[in-house]
């Protein structure tokens, strides 16, 4: 009787937050290994940079941008499971100096201190961001987009996933 009710409630709050997960603008889905390395190659990422990931789901392109490319890296994401999941990846993969996980809403997170912004979200999402992307960031940093493109902006590149689906490179110009 005690573990049907606690299945129960096991199914209840999965269903609960499945439902709270479709409420989002973009739902999880991992990039792949390759298309991480090429959307980190594509924005020149380096040791002096700082990549920030919005909506960054299980830190996968927040871990490979502090490991393999040698940046400070901040993933924001908003839901619970995966901030845990991503934390314990960076600390397991012992990058806790040079990367953080914030639990947030990407929409506020202020993004003035990054040098290259990662996007795998939705086209509702960029719509919604680029407006304050443009505001904060300063000139000559990057913000890379998979699969989707950041309507009424100028590509300065255009790369491909592993999957064959654009990678969008946007450079910040002065606001003259
Ligand atoms: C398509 S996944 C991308 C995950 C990761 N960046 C990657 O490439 O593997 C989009 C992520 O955005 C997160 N997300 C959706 N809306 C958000 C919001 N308002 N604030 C922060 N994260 C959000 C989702 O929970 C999901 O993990």
Request: glycine fraction near 8%; include cysteine; hydrophobic fraction near 50%.
């Amino acid at each position: 009787m005690t573990v049907v009710v606690l299945l129960a409630i096991l199914a209840a709050v999965s269903l609960l937050w499945l439902g709270w997960n479709l409420t989002f603008d973009a739902l999880w889905q991992p990039t792949d290994r390759v298309t991480v390395r090429r959307i980190l190659l594509l924005g020149e990422v380096g040791p002096s940079d700082h990549v920030v990931d919005l909506g960054c789901g299980d830190g996968r392109i927040v871990v490979s941008a502090a490991r393999d490319f040698g940046a400070r890296a901040t993933g924001v994401e908003v839901d619970p499971c995966r901030v845990l999941w991503a934390r314990a990846w960076v600390l397991l993969a012992g990058l806790r100096r040079r990367a953080r996980i914030v639990r947030g809403n990407m929409y506020t997170h202020d993004v003035s201190n990054a040098s290259v912004v990662v996007l795998f979200l939705s086209a509702t999402a960029n719509f919604k961001l680029q407006e304050r992307i443009r505001k904060e960031l300063s000139p000559g940093a990057r913000v890379v987009s998979y699969y989707h493109p950041i309507w009424g902006w100028e590509p300065e590149l255009i790369g491909e996933a592993r999957d064959g689906y654009p990678i969008y490179v946007y450079r910040m110009k002065d606001a003259a």
